[in-house]
């Protein structure tokens, strides 16, 4: 195996044509295909499916293919230190809960570090996805909760798939709300309050069952229940419906603007937020600015817990 090889197949998930791929790096599409299928050989793995169309990703690959692209980081730092080169692809990614603090930690890593050329991820998905992302290294890192209710089974898929959870902060539960929602004015608000209005909820796809709720209390019976897939389309529902969600408190107007507002639940749980790594993989440079710059975007939270 050499970098080499590395380099040819990460350039070909990029593309997803070998002809492409071939161009790209200047050299001939035999000799392309050829390494590759030496690297296959050798690690005893299908890396890419041919198809008609291109190529695509195996399972097997994907997960290669994000060892591959941490083996070449830590290439191009080397090349950085000794050999002055600075032109290079910055690539980063992150699997994460609807978290406004985590979108704002990544706008900072990639002021930092973005250049002219970078590949940087960053996913708002389900909650067994983003475990999934990071156990496959298609994410470095993943920001998740847990409560007394899910935390047992989501600790044990952590530990099944070689990950590490880190507690970033602990939240007590709090709705939002439309700035006009009759509720607003309150200082707190008890689930009765809530009754006659619509709750909306992240939906968790095959993976349905309360343990993977975004939302703690999900267990809870609600008359008028409503499930989105993206944070804007909950918003606007909160705001167009008078509805709610169940939350951590964790709110930025320069991302949701001022129309959004939390107020605290009457409940007694509490959400720990945290981050969750590869148990062994140091962090890239782009994984340790990123933990830093959610430190600097959490530290009012502590006043909540």
Do not use: W
Request: charged share 25%; proline share 2%.
């Amino acid at each position: 195996m050499t970098l080499q090889q590395l380099r040819y197949i990460v350039t070909v998930a990029e593309t997803g044509n070998i002809t492409e791929a071939a161009r790209q790096l200047f050299v001939s599409q035999p000799s392309l295909t050829n390494a590759i299928r030496e690297l296959e050989k050798e690690m005893q793995i299908t890396i890419f499916h041919r198809t008609n169309k291109g190529v695509t990703i195996s399972n097997e690959g994907d997960e290669f293919l994000a060892y591959a692209r941490q083996v070449l980081e830590q290439t191009s730092l080397l090349e950085e230190r000794f050999l002055n080169k600075k032109e290079r692809r910055s690539r980063f990614s992150v699997s994460c809960q609807h978290y406004s603090f985590a979108v704002n930690a990544f706008v900072d890593v990639i002021r930092e570090f973005g250049g002219k050329k970078y590949d940087f991820t960053l996913r708002e998905t389900q909650t067994y996805e983003i475990i999934e992302d990071v156990s496959r290294l298609k994410s470095e890192i993943g920001i998740l909760y847990t409560s007394s209710k899910n935390e047992e089974i989501i600790q044990k898929m952590i530990r099944m798939n070689g990950l590490v959870f880190r507690e970033l902060f602990v939240a007590k539960p709090h709705v939002f709300l439309s700035a006009e929602h009759p509720l607003a004015g309150e200082e707190m608000v008890t689930l009765d309050d809530l009754a006659d209005y619509p709750y909306l909820s992240f939906e968790q796809g095959e993976y349905n069952s309360f343990y993977f709720s975004e939302e703690i209390l999900s267990t809870l019976d609600r008359r008028k229940n409503i499930k989105v897939r993206d944070r804007a389309t909950l918003f606007n529902l909160v705001i167009g419906l008078n509805g709610y969600t169940v939350s951590s408190g964790v709110i930025s107007k320069e991302l949701n603007g001022e129309n959004i507002i939390a107020r605290p639940l009457d409940v007694d749980e509490k959400m720990r937020i945290g981050t969750i790594t590869q148990k062994n993989m140091p962090l890239s440079r782009y994984g340790k600015a990123y933990m830093e710059a959610l430190k600097q975007h959490i530290p009012h939270i502590q006043r909540l817990s």
